[in-house]
């Protein structure tokens, strides 16, 4: 009685595994062939997930040429020397002209003179030294010192420099291509003072610089001024500290006269040499411009006077 009750049961249980069976082979006949599963990472270990993170990336392309640069040396730059002031362009041949060691009184009485002032200052030779000294004996006294000699268009100007003890900087100018009085300068004026140069074209400054006097051993020290063309270029102590050229040079006989200025102090100078450019179509002329008569004269018809002997 019992099994003819549980009968259903097992029929119910029959019937419902035979419909599970028929679902399940049905997907398995539409599952796509050759399916590959997803391959899952195996999760590494804590401190072997650490290392990994703090692990650098290297590119093992850029090994090679990193390995190649360590062998490389790195570039050699070679230091920036000043210009030397003895050596001349190679398109200039410069013959002197000029030149006066000031080694004697006589040689500085060579000069022409000027002094502006209250009271006046002078130009003498100094025995110590044996060497011109251009001194002011007042705080806005000028003194010029001119060369008996016509020096137009281009040239080439080296002495030697000395200030006072008490003073750092060395002061001095050079006047050239000057025409006519000095006071007007109807020409060039380049000068070395306050430890910053300065260069004027008919009293307008054109250009300045920076230029503190070194030290030397023995005090002195060498300015070099050199005119080729419109280009106009001052050295100390063989660099060049200015360098400038003129749209409008002022170049011609007539504008000849050097000398040296000294403002408001004292300045010994000695071995001056003055050269001129050989290839340079400007003539001097026969006269003197360095007399009363020619600094005062706008113009000069050139004419030589009594012949006089004045380079040493």
Known sequence: MDRIRLLPVVLSVLVIAALLGVRFFAMEGVRPRNRTAPV?????????A?????????NPV???????????????????????????????KWEQAYSNDFSDE??????????????LGDVLWYEKYKAMLLRNNSVRGEVYALVHKALPGDVRVRVKAMCRKEESEVSLAFLFSIGGAVRTEDGYFAEWA????????R???VLDADAPTPKTDSRWVNLELRR???RIRMYL?????????????IADAQHDLFGFYVWSTMTLVKDLVIERNAGDPIKPLADDPATDDNILRSIRNGAASEPEIHDF
């Open 40 to 48: 899952v990472a195996p999760i590494p270990e804590p401190a072997e």
């Open 50 to 58: 650490l290392a990994a993170a703090l692990r650098p990336v290297v």
């Open 62 to 92: 850029d090994e090679p040429a990193r390995d190649a640069a360590k062998k490389i040396a790195p570039p050699v730059v070679a230091p920036v020397e000043p210009t030397p002031a003895a050596i001349a362009d190679p398109s200039t």
């Open 106 to 119: 006589k040689h500085v009485k060579s000069c022409y003179t000027m002094v502006f002032g209250s009271p």
């Open 194 to 201: 306050g430890g910053r140069v300065q260069l004027k074209r």
């Open 203 to 205: 009293n307008q400054l």
């Open 228 to 230: 080729e063309g419109a």
């Open 237 to 249: 102590e063989g660099a060049q500290v200015l360098d400038w050229t003129d749209d409008q040079p």
